[in-house]
């Protein structure tokens, strides 16, 4: 699995997809948003935005055009007749994804340290890392659902955004939906990045109450056992091969 994961993190620093979307546009959105903002007062909610935008479209999005690309090229088929698991591919992939995503955040929270003036505690910095953890894990699992349910590149691509901006508009990542419709609000408790945000938002806060932390990750949590479970069980080793809710059916016509 070690080896699997290396060659996946070496892959990933040369994709297109993961250049853009894991390491320049968290960065030139940081950058951007604080210079057009400009208010110490904004910069723990505009990091905890950044932080977590970069998670939801760098993992969903940038872990579905991938296993898309590989399944296309057959690297799965030939995985396929190895011993490997599909739980552990899985497993590997997504300690890959999660090894960048912090590496980004960590160039994240150094530019918000020093270019914007965030202020933030040992315990608030252990915080972040436990969340980003399970929020990479989360949507990693769910950028392998968007793959899964898709049949070609522009397929993946409307599914992904399907996926990934409603959850990001019912969100509080970058504004507050105090004055938003109540059925807004509760579009955006349903969804996993609202509790994304949530926790970010208080591990990152200034004030340093950390007791309201620990209900978002756990629900949090719960979603990403959810996902993985539904990513593992649609998982295609091949275009031709049917998602896994259809391969009964598509068993019982071949013996027809």
């Known amino acids: 699995m070690r080896i699997i994961m290396t060659t996946m993190l070496r892959s990933m620093f040369r994709d297109t ?26 910069s723990h909610r505009l990091l905890a935005g950044v932080l977590t935008t970069n998670i939801l479209f760098g993992a969903t999005m940038v872990t579905a055009f991938n296993v898309m690309a590989q399944r296309n090229r057959g690297i799965y088929k030939l995985l396929r007749v190895t011993p490997f698991r599909t739980v552990s591919f899985i497993t590997a992939m997504t300690g890959a994804r999660t090894v960048l995503a912090l590496l980004v955040s960590v160039c994240v929270i150094l530019m918000s340290l020093f270019r914007l003036g965030v202020k933030l505690s040992l315990t608030g910095l252990t915080l972040m890392l436990l969340v980003l953890l ?6 990693t699992a769910l950028g392998f659902l968007a793959a899964n349910l898709s049949r070609d590149e522009g397929n993946v691509n409307m599914i992904s955004n399907l996926m990934s901006f409603p959850m990001l508009l019912t969100s509080e990542a970058f504004y507050t939906l105090e ?27 200034p004030q340093g109450n950390i007791s309201g ?20 069980w649609t998982f295609r080793w091949d275009a031709e091969h049917p998602a896994g809710w259809k391969q009964g059916s598509a068993n019982k016509a071949a013996t027809m």
């Not at 399970?134 to 949507?139: D, E, L, N, S, W």
């Not at 004055?179 to 609202?194: D, E, M, R, S």
């Open 17 to 42: 997809h993961t250049l853009v979307w894991n390491i320049v546009f968290p960065i030139a959105m940081l950058i951007g948003l604080g210079l057009y903002f400009n208010d110490a007062a904004y």
């Open 134 to 139: 399970i929020g990479t894990v989360c949507f």
């Open 179 to 205: 004055h938003a419709p109540a059925w807004v609000v509760i579009l955006g408790k349903l969804q996993p990045f609202h509790y994304l945000v949530d926790a970010m938002s208080t591990a990152v806060s």
């Open 213 to 232: 932390i620990w209900m978002p990750l756990l629900i949090l949590a719960g979603f990403t056992i959810l996902i993985l479970g539904a990513a593992a």
